[in-house]
């Protein structure tokens, strides 16, 4: 699984799954694309990618929307953004080479011009810089939905994007039927719609 999706909540859920279960040896291992994933000892993966997945059974786990987050203790230094429409002074936060905050920015119809960038290894380092008051990140719901609630985060632009990929659960196709798999898929899913 993703790092970041793994930290955010994933790899709590498959322990607790696992511990209701009675599954007695899980391994867990980062990838973020399909290619990643060694089938060879993986019985199920979730990925940051697009279908189609060739010789695989797969489900959506979530669409992703990219949105705009931050420190509150950043949020003064943002008060006149929405009022200039500019994000000057304001560092930007990402992991791929910036095309996701220019789409971002083209959606708000927010000028980046002034700001910094700062490109990071993963989308796990761009949260934490963020809970941090370093910076701006554009990143999904699904990886920061505890820290908005707990107020650690805030979101202080309405515009959302989408994102160039999905999260996708995926296993070998002769495994799908697994009831372990599905009770599996089950369970993530009635995690994000927050049953």
């Not at 990143?139 to 996708?168: C, H, K, M, N, W």
């Amino acid at each position: 699984m993703p790092p970041a999706l793994a930290i955010a909540w994933m790899a709590s859920l498959l322990v607790q799954f696992a511990d209701a279960r009675g599954v007695s040896d899980l391994a867990m291992r980062s990838c973020i694309r399909a290619s990643d994933v060694q089938w060879d000892d993986v019985d199920l993966a979730v990925v940051y990618d697009n279908p189609p997945f060739n010789g695989l059974w797969w489900q959506v786990v979530s669409d992703v929307k990219l949105r705009t987050i931050c420190s509150p203790l950043l949020f003064p230094r943002l008060e006149g953004s929405h009022r200039d429409r500019k994000l000057r002074d304001v560092t930007l936060l990402h992991e791929d080479d910036g095309r996701e905050w220019t789409r971002w920015a083209a959606a708000a119809r927010i000028s980046l011009e002034g700001s910094r960038s700062v490109r990071v290894p993963s989308v796990a380092v761009a949260v934490a810089s963020a809970l941090q008051g370093q910076g701006m990140a554009l990143v999904s719901d699904v990886l920061t939905r505890s820290y908005l609630q707990e107020g650690r985060l805030i979101q202080p632009f309405a515009t959302a994007i989408p994102a160039s990929a999905g999260y996708y659960l995926l296993c070998p196709t002769e495994k799908a039927e697994a009831p372990l798999i599905q009770a599996l898929a089950h369970q993530i899913a009635a995690h994000l719609r927050g049953d």
